[in-house]
């Protein structure tokens, strides 16, 4: 099954299969499960973000190690926002019930807010990877061109025509187009709590033909995609490959927590929310009693509360709670198949083509 090449570059290039198992930062996205993807002729991607550049490079030498098929490293961008002392300060004294609980202090939010970033991007420039994504922000167009003389491919994500826009005029080679039903945190490039809400929090559909209709770079969608059949409908809506993070979480080979895991199809976690309560940034969750409890007052302060709260997740992780975990997950949870990560592309091209084939013979919906 071919890609289908639009603007700059032609993402075919990469890998033979429009799969894109999404960056997942915190530990699930490892080598191990970069390089089953990437053998299976997807393209399997690392998480850079809360790692330092060496951590980063470590995980790129043993990826190396793992296969010789093209791979992609995520950076975050920088945050730069202002966040307000007294509402982190409120937030802090919110959740002292839990560091009780837990029996752990809550995390110092004067942490740097920059991830490392100039640090990362050195490493990448000094030994380049075949892509390098970017989220919560717009590389410039310095950054771009610097990735493109050393043949790296950049893509940036994006939640509306308008970081679209902005991609394109810095240079990048692709966009990644997050829909609201995207699992984690939504890539928008400055997250501000009193935006009017024009084109924000569109599902991908939309969104992904609002982009489509605005800049002419290649298109990789992502959010709540789990079958080939939501893959075939992306491909058919402009998107030249699809990014699926939820789906490759729950793979034997993704370094999630096995409670993670096991929440994604648990009917006790029946639903996802948005919520800035473990990290201050918008990201979609099983809806758990942490974010229950948290979620309606937490404030707009990444990476603040993200390092305020990373013990007490930690300590939640340790005595088996996932109700004080962070579990993020898109809205297709539900349909997540415990396969191995090579099976699971395997079986995404193949019900691609079936859609496609359903399509040309009329059977589709009616089938
Ligand atoms: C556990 C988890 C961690 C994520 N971490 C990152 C990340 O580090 N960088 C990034 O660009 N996107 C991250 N995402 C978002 C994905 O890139 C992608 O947009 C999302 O998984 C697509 O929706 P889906 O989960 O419904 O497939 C993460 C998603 C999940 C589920």
Known sequence: MAFESRGVFALADLCPHPVVQAPMAGGASCPELAAAVSRAGGLG?????????????????????????????????????????????????????????????????????????????????NDPVPVVSFTF????????????????????????????????????????????????????????????????????????????????????????????SQIAAVLAAGASAAQLGTAFLVCPESGADPLHKQAMTDPMFPRTELTRAFSGRPARGLVNRFLREHGPYAPAAYPQVHHLTAGLRKAAARSGDPQGMALWAGQGHRLARELPAHHLVELLVSEVEAARQAVRSGSGALS
């Not at 002292?96 to 490493?123: F, R, V």
């Not at 940036?156 to 990048?172: I, M, N, Q, W, Y």
């Not at 599902?203 to 770079?217: N, Q, Y």
């Open 137 to 228: 922000g717009c590389p410039t167009r310095t950054v771009c061109e610097a990735f493109a003389k050393v043949g790296t491919r950049t893509i940036v994500t994006v939640t509306s025509p308008a970081e679209a826009l902005a991609a394109e005029r810095a240079g990048a080679d692709a966009v990644c187009v997050q829909g609201i039903e995207a699992g984690g945190h939504q890539g928008t490039h400055r997250d501000d709590p009193h935006a009017d809400g024009t084109s924000a929090g569109l599902g991908l559909l939309s969104l992904l033909t609002e982009v489509r209709e605005t800049v002419r770079l290649p298109i990789i969608a992502a959010g709540g995609l789990m079958r080939g």
């Open 45 to 125: 991607f690392l998480a850079a973000g809360y790692k330092t550049p060496e951590a980063m490079y470590r995980e790129i030498q043993r990826l190396r190690g793992l296969t010789d098929r093209p791979f992609g490293v995520n950076v975050f961008m920088p945050q730069g926002q202002g966040v307000d002392p007294a509402a982190l300060e409120a937030y802090r004294e919110q959740l002292a019930g839990e560091a009780a609980w837990y029996d752990t202090p809550l995390g110092d939010t004067d942490a740097s807010s920059d991830d490392a970033y100039d640090g990362k991007l050195a490493i990448l420039a």
